[in-house]
């Protein structure tokens, strides 16, 4: 397990013209998952007798990866805790390996949540990792909320989708706090109510799901990760 050094999670991605890729087939492709660690995961929400976030994350990750690390190469990024201040931790836990799915419930078990919510970096440094400019991948990105950290989710989406061989990223939207300050963030303006990483998917030919539940995230894990993807959820609890 590395802490990400932030000079290379927020690594300038730039904008070259390219066709759009195609969203990565069959189980050939790495993925890479990145779980939200951020102090809003230990929150419990508006009913104060719910589980906490991160204790139904990890019901749900319990649940899915069974059915999902047969079949394909997973490795795990975190982000919130460890870092030197809030938006330094970054933290690559293992790379893409076959039958992660122990390694991955096992790191998320011990995960303390903590400090604020780099997404760009995050996924920007998955990306570096699936070496995504030579081959194809996955990201799936698991967050509670909005980019808190400076980073532009909407701009890395374009740059990825422009450089990469073939790579796709799914957002996992799992309880999602509303953001009442992202009314000053331009990319968020246009995902009111919503988490502005949707733009991640929207970018790379990507899924964004909306979860509420253990089994409704459990669900979306098996249809972002698994191999073939599936169908999770009812149409309706899908954002366009």
């Known amino acids: 397990m590395r802490v990400l050094p932030l000079a290379l999670a927020?690594?300038?991605?730039?904008?070259l013209p390219g066709p759009a890729p195609q969203?990565?087939?069959?189980?050939?492709?790495?993925?890479?998952?990145?779980?939200?660690?951020?102090?809003?995961?230990?929150?419990?929400?508006?009913?104060?007798?719910?589980?906490?976030?991160?204790?139904?994350?990890?019901?749900?990750?319990?649940?899915?990866?069974?059915?999902?690390?047969?079949?394909?190469?997973?490795?795990?990024?975190?982000?919130?805790?460890g870092?030197?201040?809030?938006?330094?931790?970054?933290?690559?836990?293992?790379?893409?390996?076959?039958?992660?799915?122990?390694?991955?419930?096992a790191e998320i078990e011990t995960l303390d949540p903590g400090g604020l919510t780099p997404l760009a970096a995050s996924v920007g440094a998955a990306a570096e990792v699936l070496d995504y400019r030579s081959?194809?991948?996955?990201?799936?990105?698991v967050t509670d909320g909005n980019e808190t950290c400076g980073g532009t989710p909407c701009a890395l989406g374009a740059a990825l989708a422009a450089e990469a061989r073939d790579l796709t990223v799914h957002v996992i939207g799992f309880r999602v706090v509303y953001d009442p300050f992202?009314?000053?963030?331009?990319?968020?303006?246009?995902?009111?109510?919503?988490?502005?990483?949707?733009?991640?998917?929207?970018?790379?030919?990507g899924m964004f799901v909306s979860t509420r539940t253990i089994g409704e995230l459990a669900a979306a894990l098996r249809e972002t990760l698994g191999c073939p993807l599936i169908g999770g959820l009812p149409e309706k609890d899908r954002a366009a």
Not at 10 to 15: G, K, S, V
Not at 37 to 66: F, W
Not at 83 to 105: E, K, Q, Y
């Open 83 to 105: 870092g030197n201040h809030a938006c330094s931790g970054i933290t690559l836990r293992f790379t893409p390996r076959p039958d992660a799915g122990d390694a991955v419930i």
């Open 23 to 81: 969203a990565a087939t069959g189980c050939s492709a790495d993925a890479m998952l990145v779980f939200d660690g951020s102090a809003s995961m230990d929150e419990v929400g508006h009913d104060l007798t719910a589980p906490t976030r991160i204790i139904e994350a990890r019901r749900a990750l319990a649940q899915a990866m069974p059915d999902i690390a047969p079949y394909r190469r997973i490795g795990l990024i975190t982000y919130g805790p």
């Open 135 to 141: 081959q194809p991948g996955i990201i799936v990105l």
């Open 182 to 205: 992202s009314w000053n963030s331009p990319e968020a303006q246009d995902y009111d109510g919503q988490t502005v990483a949707k733009c991640l998917a929207d970018r790379t030919g």
């Open 10 to 15: 927020f690594a300038a991605l730039p904008l």
